[in-house]
């Protein structure tokens, strides 16, 4: 809360940047792959209803990054699981709720473009970092 009043934090939803509505169908990468294989055009992203949304998930994510570069980011704090925000897991695209190690999209456009990317787990390592 100290960082929002002292005007330090940027509250973006890659999704909703990219114009995914809320709620919305969850989504997942397909084929256990990562953020980075989505990028590159490797692995798609599918909704529950078997949409590929692929395109807006990239859009997403390059929005976030636009955003964080014209706001001078320098860290990230995101929603594990997320097929966006993953940091240290996502979910292994079967819908079956299992995991991997992997990032979203947009952690991995963020991280590929020098800002650092952290989940609520690492939150101690954050605010070391946002407290020099």
Known sequence: MRWIAEGRVVSVCPELL???PTPRPPAEIAGVKGG???LSGEATVIDADGQDVTAIYVRGA???LALASQQGCQYALLTDGSPSCGV???YDGSFTGRRHRADGAAAAL????GIQVFSPEDMRDLAALMDL
């Open 18 to 20: 990219a114009g995914l």
């Open 110 to 113: 963020l991280r590929q473009n």
């Open 36 to 38: 980075a294989a989505v």
């Open 62 to 64: 390059q929005a976030a």
């Open 88 to 90: 240290s897991f996502i």
